[in-house]
């Protein structure tokens, strides 16, 4: 299949300016990027970064100031909501209170005017999907906030639109049950093959779903790919503190060899990945995540020494803050915690000396300005 032909929404060069003058404000800068056919993908960011608006661009409740926005290569910048084939999730849901959990989910055939005996088999077969068919009589007023979400999927999944856009729908769940819609989530993706496109400030919830997703950051997109390309190799430092937690070391550049560096930081000297694209430079910033730390002997070669400022126990693991000389903050690292580690036994107390060692391809190189 030409590439072209696999692409769902293509957002060329797309800015939108609010307001006029000096009361203008720019809520998305010459963004560009390409969402593929059956893929979820997310649009991550903290708030205001554009994400929403670059949402309801696609849906058409805002229209570009410049820019083409293409769905399967046509352009539907100009059309409004009624004629494109999306559909919308939003954070509140929309339901109607009064009528029952099928009728919601038939409501929009309906409006559509698709006859009596297509409205009934969608929904059937909608309840079906959403695992909903026992609650297809209650009224939408009488059931649960993780129910009402999954009768709102199946209202805008029962026109089979090209495109589901979704709206931070699980910011009003508790934790549990957020995690167990993300899983209903996906498989609802999968099961359709409808293209998801997602709009979360949350990195866990974006990890946890996208094939791929965005990052953005005051209306631009600062890296796309997926979850697993994009926590291990940042290719800003925005990127690379927004998503996970990470410890930044100032490096000097020795040398380079294809998609690794070696530099020297804190003290040591080791290989770090490079993308080859860096402009070449002697300094530069080092990203290791807490993870890819761990703690050994004071005087362990080529481990950076250090002194043990607190210890945090979190469940799954401890949270070691460690002190390292002529350095302002402290490196964090993850221990795993196992059977014996409660109250953070096995770990050395606060004023221990200790030496952090990176795992082998742990150390990833920003460049300088990242």
Not at 6 to 14: C, G, L
């Amino acid at each position: 299949m030409d590439a072209h032909l696999s692409v769902a929404v293509d957002i060329r060069r797309v800015s939108k300016t609010f307001g006029y003058g000096s009361a203008a404000f720019t809520a998305l800068d010459d963004v560009s990027l390409s969402i593929r056919r059956n893929e979820f993908f997310t649009l991550l960011g903290p708030s205001g970064c554009g994400k929403t608006t670059l949402l309801r661009l696609i849906a058409g409740f805002e229209f570009p100031s410049a820019g083409e926005i293409r769905l399967e290569g046509a352009d539907i910048a100009a059309l409004p909501p009624f004629k494109r084939p999306v559909n919308t999730v939003f954070q509140n849901y929309a339901l109607f209170p009064h009528m029952s959990v099928a009728d919601n989910i038939g409501f929009g055939l309906k409006m559509l005017g698709r006859p009596k005996a297509e409205i009934a088999a969608s929904v059937d077969e909608m309840l079906r999907l959403v695992r909903m068919e026992p609650m297809r009589d209650r009224m939408t007023s009488a059931i649960s906030g993780g129910q009402q979400q999954r009768v709102a999927l199946a209202r805008a999944l029962a026109p089979r639109p090209k495109v589901l856009l979704l709206d931070e729908p699980l910011s009003a769940l508790d934790l549990k049950l957020r995690r167990e819609m993300q899983v209903e989530l996906k498989r609802l993706q999968g099961e359709t093959g409808i293209t998801f496109v997602f709009v979360t400030h949350d990195q866990d919830e974006a990890m946890a779903m996208s094939d791929r997703m965005a990052v953005m950051s005051a209306g631009r997109v600062h890296q796309v790919g997926a979850p697993r390309d994009i926590y291990d190799r940042p290719e800003s430092r925005f990127v690379a503190d927004f998503i996970g937690e990470t410890n930044f070391f100032e490096a000097e550049i020795h040398g380079r060899e294809g998609d690794f560096a070696t530099v020297g930081m804190a003290g040591i000297t080791l290989r770090a990945a490079a993308r080859p694209s860096l402009a070449a430079s002697t300094q530069a910033l080092v990203v290791v995540r807490p993870e890819h730390l761990s703690l050994v002997p004071a005087g362990t070669p080529d481990a950076i020494p250090g002194t043990i400022a607190s210890t945090t126990f979190t469940g799954a693991d401890t949270l070691v803050l460690v002190a390292i000389p002529g350095r302002a903050a402290p490196v964090g690292v993850r221990v795993a915690n196992g059977p014996a580690s409660v109250d953070c036994a096995g770990v050395p107390p606060p004023g221990s000396p200790v030496a952090l060692a990176i795992a082998p391809g742990g150390a990833t190189l920003l460049g300088e300005g990242a």
